[in-house]
Each structure stands twice: as structure tokens, then as C-alpha cells.
């Protein structure tokens, strides 16, 4: 089992940045492949961005590449999504997950894909 908590996110103008953190406890001597989701209200649970296991390769979504950027530092069990640039669509409560993984360079796009789930933290940009 693998416990994921995400950092606080916040309220913030259009245009500004904020960086959420996502902390893994547990069994953490797995691999894991690591992601971001995002659910805005009304909306269905969408990707965000996902990382391998071992960092050498991302995925982010059309709607946010060029803007966010997700990371990782396995000797902190950590991942990392930095925002830059963000728009008041970007407002979602974000979700971090984990799924064990055989394939140190393979990354995963869809929710179904993962195990492991944080609690969620709401990001919210005003215009």
C-alpha cells in the first residue's frame, strides 16, 4: 500500500504560479509511475501530466504543455507539478497517483490506469 498526500494548493491570480507536491509513504520501495489529474466541477477526472518511474520521460496534456511541468525525486518519494502561467481554467481540485510498475520508462494517461490516490487539493485562478 502506498499513501499519497498533496500539498495545500491555493488561490491564485491569472498569470501567477504555484507548485504542488505530492508525498508518498508507505511502500515506496516499488517502482511507481506517478501522475496529475485534475476534476473541475461538472467535469469528468482528466490527466494533467504523468511521469515514469525512473524521470526520463513526461506526458502532459494538450491544454497545459508549455505552462506546467511535472517532476520527480525518488530519494524524497516525491513528485512535483510546477504551474506557470495559469488561467482561471485551470481551477480543478488536483489529484495525485501512483501505479506500481515493472517499466522504469513507461508513463500511464489514463485514471484507470493508476492504484494509488491522493486526497485532492483545490487550485483555484482568479481572473
Known amino acids: 500500500q502506498v499513501q499519497l498526500v498533496e500539498s495545500a494548493g491555493g488561490l491564485v491570480q491569472a498569470g501567477g504560479s504555484l507548485r504542488l507536491s505530492c508525498a508518498a509513504s508507505g511502500r515506496t520501495s516499488s517502482r511507481y509511475a506517478m501522475g496529475w489529474f485534475r476534476q473541475a466541477p461538472g467535469k469528468e477526472r482528466e490527466i494533467v501530466c504523468a511521469i515514469t518511474w525512473s524521470g526520463d520521460r513526461t506526458y502532459c496534456a494538450d491544454s497545459v504543455k508549455g505552462r506546467f511541468t511535472i517532476s520527480r525525486d525518488n530519494a524524497k518519494n516525491t513528485v512535483y507539478l510546477q504551474m506557470n502561467s495559469l488561467k482561471p481554467e485551470d481551477t480543478a481540485v488536483y489529484y495525485c497517483?501512483?501505479?506500481?510498475?515493472?517499466?522504469?520508462?513507461?508513463?500511464?494517461?489514463?485514471?484507470?490506469?493508476?492504484?494509488?490516490w491522493g486526497q485532492g487539493t483545490q487550485v483555484t485562478v482568479s481572473s
Open positions: 497517483a501512483a501505479r506500481s510498475t515493472y517499466y522504469s520508462s513507461a508513463y500511464y494517461r489514463g485514471h484507470s490506469d493508476y492504484e494509488y
